[in-house]
């Protein structure tokens, strides 16, 4: 089964720092793109940063550009974010998410996107 599983969400002030790490299992890392999305209660589904993990190919929201980072260790088959300058604009629950695989280009589409983690909370106060 594909598992994608996100990590180190919390509760930071504004101006904190926090990195999130997604694991993924039962799909090939390399050779897919992947990425980070972002929802709010009711609110519609945004992206955040995508990359392609094969390439050097990300795309970023203009949202979190100079701030949000996102990196990758294929070793692990796993993919991090790490968010700096945090403001209260930015709690949201954040997903991992994985396409169907063979996209070079990181779309920032989440229907592009095929698999998801369940999520993990980032609240700014």
């Known amino acids: 089964d594909v598992q994608l599983v996100e990590s180190g969400g919390g509760s930071v002030q504004a101006g904190g720092s926090l990195r999130l790490a997604c694991v993924t299992s039962?799909?090939?890392?390399?050779?897919?793109?992947m990425g980070w999305f972002r929802q709010a209660p009711g609110g519609e589904r945004e992206a955040v940063v995508n990359i392609a993990t094969s390439g050097d190919i990300i795309n970023y929201a203009d949202s979190v550009k100079g701030r949000f980072t996102i990196s990758q260790d294929n070793t692990k088959n796993t993919l991090y974010l790490q968010m700096n300058g945090l403001k209260p604009e930015d709690t949201n629950m954040y997903y991992c998410a994985a396409d169907s695989g063979g996209s070079w280009y990181p779309s920032l589409e989440d229907y592009d996107y095929a698999y998801w983690g369940q999520g993990t909370q980032v609240t700014v106060s």
């Open positions: 039962g799909i090939q890392y390399r050779s897919r793109c």
